[in-house]
């Protein structure tokens, strides 16, 4: 019998993580044995919160809260605007920058270059959650990237929390059960939160131009969080 993980569940593959957040489950294997004798769909896009900009370092809160949100979402029912039908957060998206606050808080020079790490905020999802996006403002932070949390914000924030926070190892497989995996937990609507080593080039990514070409810059120096919600088999560059 499986551990079928419970909601309010967010995935990480990034290896570079401490055991804080390793909880035991075994989605990995569920997911194989699901998967890897049949097809998964030819496409999957999971209804994530509007696109933002981040502000400073904020990019680990953000792919975390990102991916928090939609759990959220999912678990709210997936509600809709009556209106547009489109996907309606206005209780579900969490704000990235209550983590990245709260996690430099004690900063005596606090910098917009300042970054957070993975098990920090995944246990401020556990212990504290995360304040709704509608009450941190991107454009008040100030120009440390700080902003006045109150007790109403972490008040707030208790009413967001992540039960679990699971980790899909994926180091020693090998590439048709890294795909299924990948592939399988994204059927199984869990967004994938994961950093990267980017180049430049990686910044001229564009909704007219969404591959990032690898080959044009082989330095690659420059990390980046990053939250995967769907794909596509046979997706080509127009």
């Known amino acids: 019998t499986y551990k079928v993980p419970p909601k309010n569940t967010c995935i990480i593959t990034n290896k570079y993580t401490s055991p804080i957040i390793e909880e035991a489950t075994n989605l990995q294997e569920m997911i194989l044995d699901d998967f890897l004798e049949i097809n998964t769909p030819s496409s999957v896009s999971l209804e994530m919160p509007p696109v933002q900009n981040q502000k400073g370092g904020s990019c680990i809160a953000f792919a975390s809260n990102n991916a928090f949100s939609y759990t959220l979402w999912k678990s709210l029912g997936k509600p809709r605007d009556l209106a547009t039908q489109k996907p309606d957060y206005s209780n579900a998206a969490v704000s990235p920058y209550f983590a990245y606050v709260d996690l430099r808080s004690n900063s005596s020079t606090p910098s ?70 990948l592939k399988g937990a994204l059927t199984l609507e869990y967004p994938l939160i994961f950093s990267v080593l980017v180049s430049k080039n990686f910044y001229n990514i564009k909704e007219n131009a969404p591959l990032w070409n690898t080959q044009d810059d082989k330095i690659k120096d420059l990390g980046h969080a990053m939250v995967l919600s769907g794909y596509i088999d046979n997706y080509q560059n127009s």
């Open 112 to 181: 917009c270059s300042d970054t957070v790490h993975f098990d920090d905020v995944f246990e401020l999802f556990k212990t504290k959650g995360s304040a709704l996006f509608s009450t941190i403002p991107k454009g008040d932070l100030d120009s440390q990237c700080m902003y006045p949390l109150t007790p109403s914000h972490y008040s707030d924030a208790l009413n967001n929390k992540a039960w679990t926070v699971m980790k899909l190892k994926l180091e020693d497989t090998t590439l048709e059960e890294f795909t299924k995996i």
